[in-house]
C-alpha cells in the first residue's frame, strides 16, 4: 500500500515554492539568469511525516507499486533536503527498454549490486540483418511493454493527487540514442562493422530511430510533453527529449557526422528538440552536435576527460547552456577568468553531480 507515502508528499508540497524553484529554472532555461553558476535551492527543507522505504532497482523491476515508491521516494527526498532539483518520476528500467523489444535476453544483477538491467548483445549478423528486415517489433512487450504500463499508473496518480499532478514531472523514460541502442544490441563488433558493413549498420539505426519514433509516440499518449520544457533528472531543459550519445567517445567526428547526427536530428525534429547526454570524451564532435537543430542543452559527465574551453566555446558561448556540470569544473573555469555567460548550471555542495548515477 502506497497511499500513505503519497498522502505524505502531497501534503509537504509547498506550491509557492515549486512555483518560484520552477520560474527559476525557467529563467535560467530561457536564458534570463545572469549570475556566473546557476545553482537552484529550496529556500527551507521539509522532512517526511512518515518513514519512507528503501526500495531495490529490482523490487521495482518487478511490482508497479514498487517502482511508483522508489521514484516518488526521491521526490520526498529532495523536499527533505531542500535542493533544488524539480520533483520528477519516469518509468525506470534501464538502458534496454528498446532492446528488450528484439528478443535480447536481459541481464539483471543480483539484488546485492542494486544496479538496473541491461542486456546481453546479439553478436550475430545474420540476426541482426533479419531484425533489419522485420522491420519495428510489437512495443507493448518486455521491458519496453512494462515501461507504458508504468506510465498510465504515474498518470493515475498524478490524476489523483493534485500537488503531485501540478508539481511532480513525469519525464520520458530511458530510450537511449539510436547509435547507444545499435552499440547494446550488436556489442563491441559493431566498431569494426561501421568500416566493414556500414550499409547494414545504417539500416539498423533506420530501424532503431523509427521504433524509438513509434515508441515515444505511444509513451506521448499516455504522458503527454509539458509546453517547451522538460524536466529531465530534476533538472529543466528547453524542447521535449534529452537522447544519450555515449557510443560516440569512440568515433571520429566524420564518423559522428555519417552515424550519429543524422538520426538523433531525426528525432530531435519529431519531438521539438531537447537536450543531449554523453559519458566520457566529447570535445571532438562537440561543433557538429551543437550544430543540430533544435540542440538546447547539453548534460555532460566527466570534464576531467575534456578540453573544457572546446566545450565552452560550442555551448556556453552559443547560448547553449550546459546542466548538471560537476561543481569543481565550473569553479575552475571562474577562477581561470572564464564568462560562463549565465549559461552553467551545477548543484550546490552535495548535490548529485555524476550525471551516470542519474540514469
Not at 501534503?11 to 527559476?24: Q, V
Not at 532503431?208 to 499518449?221: G, K, N, P, Q, V
Request: proline share 6%.
Amino acid at each position: 500500500m502506497i497511499e500513505k507515502y503519497l498522502d505524505d508528499l502531497e501534503a509537504r508540497i509547498d506550491p509557492g515554492t515549486e512555483d518560484r524553484l520552477l520560474a527559476e529554472w525557467t529563467d535560467f532555461t530561457e536564458g534570463r539568469f545572469t549570475g556566473d553558476l546557476f545553482c537552484p535551492q529550496r529556500p527551507h527543507a521539509s522532512p517526511p511525516t512518515v518513514e519512507w522505504p528503501a526500495v531495490r532497482v529490482n523490487e521495482a523491476i518487478a511490482d508497479f507499486d514498487r517502482m511508483a515508491l522508489q521514484q516518488f521516494c526521491m521526490c520526498s527526498a529532495s523536499i527533505e533536503s531542500g535542493n533544488g532539483q524539480l520533483l520528477c518520476v519516469r518509468s525506470n528500467y534501464g538502458t534496454s527498454i528498446l532492446p528488450s523489444l528484439f528478443d535480447v535476453k536481459l541481464f539483471v544483477l543480483d539484488d546485492e549490486a542494486d544496479t538496473l538491467p541491461t542486456s546481453w548483445p546479439i553478436a550475430d549478423v545474420d540476426r541482426l540483418r533479419g531484425l533489419v528486415e522485420a522491420g519495428v517489433p510489437d512495443l507493448h512487450q518486455s521491458l519496453a511493454g512494462k515501461t507504458l504500463e508504468m506510465a498510465a499508473r504515474f498518470e493515475d496518480i498524478r490524476r489523483t493527487y493534485p500537488k503531485i499532478g501540478k508539481y511532480v514531472h513525469h519525464y520520458h523514460p530511458d530510450l537511449q540514442g539510436p547509435m547507444d541502442i545499435c552499440e547494446v544490441l550488436w556489442g563491441s563488433g559493431l566498431f569494426l562493422e561501421l568500416v566493414d558493413q556500414p550499409d547494414l549498420v545504417h539500416g539498423l539505426l533506420d530501424l532503431l530511430t523509427e521504433t524509438y519514433t513509434r515508441f515515444l509516440r505511444a509513451w506521448l499518449e499516455l504522458a503527454p510533453f509539458e509546453n517547451g520544457h522538460a524536466a529531465h533528472w530534476g533538472m529543466q531543459h528547453k524542447g521535449h527529449i534529452m537522447l544519450r550519445d555515449d557510443s560516440a567517445m569512440n568515433l571520429s567526428p566524420a564518423m559522428f557526422d555519417a552515424f550519429i547526427r543524422p538520426y538523433d536530428q531525426r528525432l530531435l525534429d519529431a519531438f521539438g528538440g531537447g537536450a543531449v547526454h554523453f559519458c566520457g570524451r566529447g570535445d571532438h564532435y562537440i561543433e557538429s552536435m551543437c550544430a543540430m537543430r533544435g540542440m538546447h542543452a547539453i548534460a555532460m559527465s566527466q570534464p576531467e576527460y575534456n578540453d573544457m574551453e572546446t566545450i565552452y566555446r560550442h555551448t556556453v558561448d552559443r547560448g547553449i547552456p550546459l546542466i548538471g556540470l560537476q561543481r569543481s569544473a565550473a569553479e575552475a573555469a571562474l577562477a581561470a577568468g572564464r564568462d560562463l555567460r549565465g549559461r552553467v548550471q551545477c548543484w550546490e555542495p552535495g548535490g548529485r553531480e555524476k550525471m551516470g548515477e542519474l540514469k
